[in-house]
């Protein structure tokens, strides 16, 4: 295998190449860095001899390393005060949908619903909870990935918020968020 970066297609090889979508989970994400542009001899061939690429590959997520990332600490911050507003049925989920997964979204809508049915049954209104904002503790277990758990300081208790945040396309998601 050769390390030559590859040749421009010529006019004929390009009439000739049909890219045809390959099955999801095939291939890998694309590293941060990375040119756009797909090597042709590194796709698979179907039975009629097309090259298959995977087209999450180039326009799926693709992981930041730490060096392209924002610091973490506001988003932090912020999205353990938006989280705990949610739930207390005083902020709407939909404003934090661009900061969390698919899965997180998920998890936080089941909360929300559950405890809107506690709110009704014990005839509470919803309303904005007074906090304070504590101690963040944060860790980097791997490049373009922060654990952190945000303390939070109401008036009765304190609560922990424990969130994994990942760096996708430049900026950071929360792929994790446990509020205890």
């Known amino acids: ?47 009629a001899g097309r090259v298959r690429f995977d087209t999450d590959e180039f326009f799926g997520h693709q992981p930041a390393s730490r060096t392209e990332l924002p610091s973490p600490e506001p988003l932090l911050e912020n999205l353990t005060r ?29 909360r929300v619903v559950l405890s809107a049915r506690a709110r009704a049954v014990k005839g509470q209104v919803a309303a904005r909870p007074a906090f304070t904002i504590g101690r963040i503790t944060m860790c980097e277990p791997r490049d373009g990935v922060v654990e952190a758990v945000v303390m ?27 509020v205890l």
């Open 1 to 47: 295998m050769s390390t030559a970066s590859p040749q421009p297609l010529v006019a004929e090889e390009r009439a000739s190449l049909t890219v045809v979508q390959a099955p999801r989970g095939t291939g890998t994400p694309a590293r941060a860095g990375t040119p756009a542009r797909a090597d042709v001899t590194e796709g698979t061939a179907d039975d």
């Open 82 to 110: 938006c989280v705990i507003e949610i739930l207390a049925g005083a902020r709407e989920l939909d404003q934090v949908a661009r900061w969390v997964s698919d899965e997180v979204y998920r998890n936080l809508l089941r």
């Open 152 to 178: 939070v300081h109401g008036r009765a208790r304190s609560r922990a918020v424990a969130l994994r945040l990942e760096g996708l396309d430049r900026r950071w998601r929360a792929s994790a968020i446990h």
